[in-house]
């Protein structure tokens, strides 16, 4: 026997076999590349889309609660603005607001606040109701065109003086 005879195997059906393998096998590669990248690309986007849920969402919840404190605090200030005449009566005084100077005076502090406005201030002789309109500013979600979202908040306040229950020991 030579040589080139004994490298031969007796069955040459092995070699057509290994060699369909790996056609078929390159076929599928082929038609596969790229999958994981697409995957991949997928995943990446929705992670950003839920951590941007989740960073922006919050702080538009806080922008929110920040809303409602600014409205509390102006309507507080504006409840301080007293019509003293009408306290100092002679006839038992009555509290009042001085509307105009609670206006004034919530106003002047909703001014005060960076990233707040006055959306309406509505005023009684007994109450002062305050609507303010803010902005936050996006960190994530504005890569998908949201850049500022707006939140609102409003709060009602009344003027109380002396003692309104109870005794002083």
Same mark, same amino acid.
């Given at each position: 026997?030579?040589? =080139? ?7 040459? =059906? ?48 806080? *922008? ?80 998908? *065109? ?24």
């Amino acid at each position: 026997m030579t040589r =080139a005879a004994r490298r031969q195997p007796a069955f040459s =059906a092995q070699p057509r076999l290994r060699l369909r393998l790996r056609l078929l096998l390159r076929g599928r590669r082929a038609t596969e590349r790229g999958a994981s990248t697409i995957f991949v690309i997928g995943m990446v986007a929705v992670l950003f889309a839920v951590a941007g849920l989740a960073i922006d969402g919050g702080r538009v919840l806080n *922008g929110k609660d920040r809303a409602y404190d600014v409205a509390e605090q102006a309507a507080r200030a504006g409840a301080n603005q007293l019509d003293i005449a009408a306290v100092r009566s002679a006839g038992g005084g009555q509290v009042r607001l001085d509307e105009t100077a609670a206006r004034n005076a919530a106003a002047a502090f909703v001014a005060s606040v960076p990233g707040y406005s006055v959306e309406g201030i509505a005023t009684s002789p007994t109450q002062v109701t305050v609507r303010v309109r803010g902005t936050v500013n996006s960190v994530l979600l504005s890569l998908a *065109g949201f850049s500022t979202f707006t939140v609102r908040g409003d709060a009602t306040a009344s003027p109380v003086t002396g003692i309104t229950s109870g005794a002083i020991p």
